[in-house]
């Protein structure tokens, strides 16, 4: 069963706390984080397996959630996987893995972070703050963006829902994919290099690969395109980016 420090409904001050979901098998890790995180003013739950992450995330709608790669019971990707398919989450990887390929395996499937063990505490709390306010930034520019939907032909981005069909038909998407389609639209007709869009969508503290910005184009235009290598929307401008094109 899961553990929570308070209910979720709490409040830290005058406003409602972030709820931080801790996912890890080791006990001492969980309260560790658990600890430093109340410390700095959120709300902690705490799950031992995926079986009791999925309980928490369909019980209590978690603002965050701190993932373990390494469970006894399933591996963290797939578990990543079925946590998009209950909601959309934002999610920091923590693990003792810390091979390129994972690393990249995991900001491909649309995690926002990605912490290797040991790791500082103070560091962890900041990456939790930075994901959020990414989180919130994104969830108000969606907001204002002078309406819910970017109609492109036959595609069409509900940024209120976070769907995409095209032709009717809806497509599915990894939060980072959809999060990058909906910045490249809301921006149709500008060149956008590839340092901006990695410091607008994946955060101005990311220090990964700039490739990385590439492979979810690849995706992209897999999923939304007709023809994705001759895309219609998901241009490429040599020499600076990328660049959506609503026609």
Not at 211 to 220: A, E, K, P
Request: charge should be negative; proline fraction near 4%; include cysteine.
């Amino acid at each position: 069963m899961a553990k929570t420090s308070s209910q979720y409904s709490s409040r830290h001050g005058d406003a409602v706390a972030d709820t931080i979901l801790i996912v890890d098998d080791e006990e001492a890790i969980r309260t560790l984080v658990e600890f430093n995180l109340r410390q700095a003013g959120f709300q902690t739950v705490s799950a031992s397996n995926g079986s009791e992450c999925l309980e928490a995330v369909e019980r209590g709608k978690p603002d965050l959630v701190i993932l373990d790669v390494m469970l006894p019971d399933v591996d963290g990707f797939d578990l990543y996987r079925a946590l998009r398919r209950i909601r959309p989450v934002p999610v920091i990887f923590l693990t003792a893995r810390d091979g390129e390929v994972d690393r990249v395996v995991g900001l491909e499937l649309g995690a926002d972070d990605y912490v290797t063990k040991p790791f500082s505490t103070r560091e962890l709390v900041a990456r939790v703050r930075a994901v959020l306010r990414r989180a919130a930034e994104r969830r108000g520019a969606a907001e204002g963006a002078g309406g819910d939907e970017i109609v492109a032909g036959e595609l069409v981005i509900d940024l209120r829902r976070h769907e995409v069909r095209v032709g009717g038909r809806p497509v599915a998407l990894t939060p980072k994919e959809f999060q990058l389609l909906a910045y490249l639209a809301r921006h149709a007709g500008q060149a956008l290099s590839r340092n901006r869009l990695l410091d607008e969508v994946w955060g101005r503290d990311f220090y990964g690969d700039p490739r990385i910005v590439d492979v979810h184009i690849r995706h992209l235009r897999e999923k939304v395109e007709e023809e994705p290598g001759n895309p219609r929307h998901i241009k490429t401008v040599r020499g600076v980016g990328y660049r959506f094109d609503v026609a």
